[in-house]
């Protein structure tokens, strides 16, 4: 896992990786992984900032570039690819969007699917209650929840465990986001 680095920075870095999803502008500003923005950083964000943005990079090499404004199914593969790579912030920017839309069991499933993101990134982030509350509360949403195509209940049980492992203290396994079947 990765934490992020300060506010600012987190939130241009995250700017930039979704912008490379749809923009190839954006993704050549990715891949150049020449940041004029990051200024006069403090070197361990600088650190942060260029190890996530190669992390994005590996992610998006295997993620074609998206429609302008994707689909909830193209959002949801490019946030299993995100998430993957440890990019788990990115992950709750991407399905936001796609959330505040949504109703029903579909909406269920999504705040599920961020909760649980930005659980791992708490996590990464050093904030252990946080990651662990949020773990469960995101677990507890996707059972309620429904996405057509994706096997929800086997991420939220894993997402559950995490909680768990927190709790006791043991190494956490980040499960693999689900995808569609």
């Keep these: 896992m990765i934490p992020t680095p300060s506010l600012r920075l987190r939130n241009r870095l995250a700017e930039t990786i979704l912008s490379a999803l749809t923009d190839p502008e ?16 403090r070197p361990e964000d600088a650190a942060i900032v260029r190890a996530r943005a190669q992390r994005a990079r590996q992610a998006l090499s295997t993620c074609p570039p998206l429609a302008a404004a994707p689909s909830l199914d193209q959002a949801l593969a490019a946030a299993a690819a995100l998430s993957d790579a440890g990019l788990y912030f990115e992950v709750h920017e991407l399905l ?16 599920g699917l961020i909760q649980i993101a930005v659980g791992f990134q708490h996590l990464a982030n050093g904030n252990v209650e946080g990651a662990r509350s949020l773990l469960v509360d995101g677990s507890a949403r996707l059972r309620d929840g429904r996405l057509p195509g994706l096997e929800l209940d086997r991420f939220a049980d ?24």
Excluded: C, N, Y
Excluded at 26 to 41: I, Q, T, V, Y
């Design 96 to 111: 936001e969007p796609h959330w505040m839309r949504s109703t029903g069991a579909e909406r269920q499933a999504l705040q």
């Design 158 to 181: 894993a997402a559950s465990l995490a909680g768990l492992q927190i709790v006791r203290g043991s190494d956490v396994v980040v499960p693999k986001f689900p995808r569609t079947t």
């Design 26 to 41: 954006a993704r050549r500003e990715l891949w150049a992984d020449d940041f004029a923005w990051l200024g006069d950083a």
